[in-house]
């Protein structure tokens, strides 16, 4: 969205290496997104380090999110971090895996568990 800047990109950049650290076998499926996903980034620690390229900017919904997760990936998947202030249009219907909301503004979620980031820096 454009409430995110280059410094906030930077601090959910080094989350996603802290996060592949404990699971160095993992892939992770980067969506960028503003009211739709703009851009979709395959990374695993095996690629180096993770440069985060944002496209899009503007109002933000996760709407697009789920969706695309839903076509893409029916099989479902382990758990999927957003990394957000929140201020944002939620999907309707609670997904059936674990969602964790990384949040540099709001604490407010329908579902899921959200962390404070600006607590936990």
Same mark, same amino acid.
């Given at each position: 969205?454009?409430?995110?800047?280059?410094?906030?990109?930077?601090?959910?950049?080094?989350?996603?290496?802290?996060?592949?650290?404990?699971?160095?076998?993992?892939?992770?499926?980067?969506?960028?997104?503003? &009211?739709?996903?703009?851009? #979709?980034?395959? $990374?695993?620690?095996?690629?180096? =380090?993770?440069?985060? *390229?944002?496209?899009?900017?503007?109002? &933000?919904?996760?709407?697009? #999110?789920?969706? $695309?997760?839903?076509?893409?990936? =029916?099989?479902?998947? *382990?758990?999927?971090?957003?990394?957000?202030?929140?201020?944002?249009?939620?999907?309707?219907?609670?997904?059936?895996?674990?969602?964790?909301?990384?949040?540099?503004?709001?604490?407010?979620?329908?579902?899921?568990?959200?962390?404070?980031?600006?607590?936990?820096?």
């Amino acid at each position: 969205s454009g409430s995110i800047n280059r410094d906030l990109l930077k601090k959910f950049c080094g989350q996603v290496q802290s996060i592949m650290e404990a699971w160095p076998n993992a892939q992770v499926t980067i969506l960028y997104h503003d &009211t739709r996903v703009t851009r #979709v980034q395959h $990374w695993s620690p095996m690629d180096g =380090p993770l440069k985060m *390229e944002p496209h899009g900017g503007g109002g &933000t919904s996760h709407q697009c #999110v789920f969706g $695309w997760l839903d076509k893409h990936m =029916p099989g479902g998947l *382990e758990f999927l971090v957003c990394f957000t202030d929140l201020y944002t249009e939620f999907p309707t219907k609670k997904p059936t895996y674990p969602v964790l909301w990384l949040s540099d503004g709001s604490t407010n979620a329908p579902f899921g568990r959200v962390i404070d980031m600006r607590e936990n820096t």
